[in-house]
């Protein structure tokens, strides 16, 4: 069974850190690049970071840019997003998702989705 399982969020102050791992079982993730997404209450999802299967290259929307870090272990079939300096703003469910290369956020384009996982950040 195809699955994908998000975790590692949390409530967290402004300024602190987070990191979400998201786990493959029944295929492996080498051969896909991962996509992490957002959603807050009321707002449409987002695309905020992109790791390629082939060569690991890494791209980050405008907001997270300095502050999230993608990164993926293959021998792990995990893919994680490292959230320093986070922000009230950062809160939403996050989600992370599969299609072939990295190119751009378009919903339809990711195949495999997970559940998402809470991340809350508050005073």
């Known amino acids: 069974q195809v699955q994908l399982v998000e975790s590692g969020g949390g409530l967290v102050q402004p300024g602190g850190s987070l990191r979400l791992s998201c786990a493959a079982s029944?295929?492996?993730?080498?051969?896909?690049?991962i996509g992490w997404f957002r959603q807050a209450p009321g707002k449409e999802r987002e695309g905020v970071s992109c790791i390629s299967s082939s060569d690991g290259s890494t791209y980050y929307a405008d907001s997270v840019k300095g502050r999230f870090t993608i990164s993926r272990d293959n021998a792990k079939n995990t893919v994680y997003l490292q959230m320093n300096s986070l922000k009230p703003e950062d809160t939403a469910v996050y989600y992370c998702?599969?299609?072939?290369?990295?190119?751009?956020?378009?919903?339809?384009?990711?195949?495999?989705w997970g559940q998402g996982t809470q991340v809350t950040v508050s005073s």
């Open positions: 029944g295929f492996t993730l080498d051969y896909y690049a």
């Open positions: 998702a599969t299609r072939p290369y990295c190119s751009g956020y378009r919903l339809y384009e990711y195949d495999y």
